[in-house]
C-alpha cells in the first residue's frame, strides 16, 4: 500500500488544509536526486505523478526500488534524524509535492493532535512494510478488512488533498 495512504487515513480535514497551506508542488526533471544517500533531508516528499528511482551505495549504486504515485520520500531520515541510507532521483518527468521539514517539526511540535495522528500513521506504515516483508517468507494471506478500511478512508483523503492542491 502506498505510504501516503496511511498518513492521510489519520489526518483530518485541517491537518491536510495546513500541509497544502505549507508545502509547494514541484516539477521534478528526469534525473533530478531528490535525496541524496548520505546527505541531510530538508524535504519530505509526496509523488504526485511520475516515478522515482531508489537506489544504494551499499550494493554498488544498484537500483532497489521504484516509487509512483502516493509514495513519500524522506520520511525515515525525517523520524529517526539519520541521513538516508539511499539515493532518490525522478526515473522521469515528475510531479511532487514537498514539504519543509522545520516546517513539519514545529507543527508536530504545537500540534499534540497532529502529531498523535502522524505519529500513529507512521507505526502503521511501518507495521506494514514489517509485515509484508515477514509474508514474503511465508504465505502473506488476504489483506484485512482493517486494511481494507484504511485504504478508502485514505483514498477519500488523497482525492480531497488533490483537489486543494489544484486550488491552491
Known amino acids: 500500500m502506498k ?3 496511511f498518513i492521510l487515513s489519520e489526518l483530518i480535514d485541517t491537518d491536510i488544509d495546513w500541509i497544502v497551506s505549507i508545502g509547494t508542488r514541484q516539477a521534478i526533471l528526469p534525473n533530478t536526486v531528490l535525496i541524496q544517500e548520505g546527505q541531510p533531508v530538508n524535504t519530505l516528499y509526496i509523488l504526485l505523478e511520475g516515478e522515482l528511482s531508489v537506489s544504494t551505495g551499499a550494493l554498488g549504486g544498484r537500483e532497489i526500488a521504484r516509487l509512483g504515485q ?3 520520500v ?3 531520515s ?5 541521513p538516508p541510507s539511499a539515493t532518490v532521483k525522478a526515473a522521469q518527468a515528475s510531479q511532487v509535492f514537498a514539504i519543509p521539514q522545520t516546517d513539519l517539526a514545529e507543527k508536530l ?3 499534540v493532535g497532529f502529531a498523535s495522528r502522524f505519529y500513529r500513521a507512521m507505526a502503521m506504515f511501518l507495521s506494514n ?3 509484508s516483508t515477514v509474508g514474503q517468507l511465508g504465505d502473506a494471506g488476504e489483506p484485512s478488512s482493517e486494511a481494507n478500511d484504511v485504504n478508502q478512508t485514505a483514498q477519500t483523503r488523497l482525492a480531497l488533498l488533490l483537489k486543494r492542491l489544484k486550488e491552491k
Open 70 to 72: 502516493g509514495e513519500i
Open 3 to 5: 505510504k501516503v495512504l
Open 109 to 111: 511540535d504545537r500540534d
Open 78 to 82: 525525517f523520524v529517526d534524524s539519520r
Open 74 to 76: 524522506g520520511e525515515m
Open 129 to 131: 512494510r514489517l509485515r
